[in-house]
């Protein structure tokens, strides 16, 4: 078994565990190659490395809402003068697109398909993706990209199509 060693900021070296060496090299391989895992086995060793992937959530549109409140159908207009909203199944941060630099899932005026993703919300360093349970078309966006939302709150206005 080779030894590995690096240098300690006192000058000693520190040994460094072969098997250490490999997971690391595993990870930037993982990294360098944008992948959701990879799993290596050698003699009597497996090292299986993978991403979190961001939860899922149908969030009903229109209908009876479930109990977290994710969603709003009624003839009367609510407080925003919208008939019928997609809301925040939870607390956390509304983003609009996967990163900064990425353009929104979706737009003022689109049409939406049944479990397409239309947004993410971050809580605790998990991106929850909020999907369309039907087709409809966003209306408005009500919600400010990056800002906190609540459970409840409304994050478009739609229209069932």
Do not use: H, W
């Amino acid at each position: 078994m080779a030894r590995i060693f690096k240098k300690k900021t006192n000058g000693k070296p520190e040994k460094i565990s072969p098997i250490l060496k490999e997971v690391k090299d595993l990870y930037s391989f993982m990294q360098e190659n944008n992948l959701d895992g990879v799993e290596y086995a050698d003699k009597g060793t497996t090292v299986k490395l993978a991403r979190r992937k961001p939860e899922q959530v149908l969030v009903p549109v229109g209908g009876v809402a479930p109990a977290g409140g994710s969603a709003s159908q009624s003839g009367a207009p609510k407080g925003n003068g919208y008939s019928n909203t997609i809301k925040s199944p939870l607390m956390g941060i509304f983003f609009r697109g996967p990163s900064p630099s990425s353009p929104p899932f979706v737009r003022e005026g689109e049409k939406v398909n049944a479990g397409q993703v239309i947004c993410l919300i971050e809580a605790m360093k998990v991106f929850t993706e909020i999907k369309a349970e039907f087709n409809c078309k966003i209306v408005k966006v009500l919600s400010d990209d990056g800002k906190p939302v609540k459970p409840g709150q409304e994050l478009f206005a739609i229209e069932k199509i």
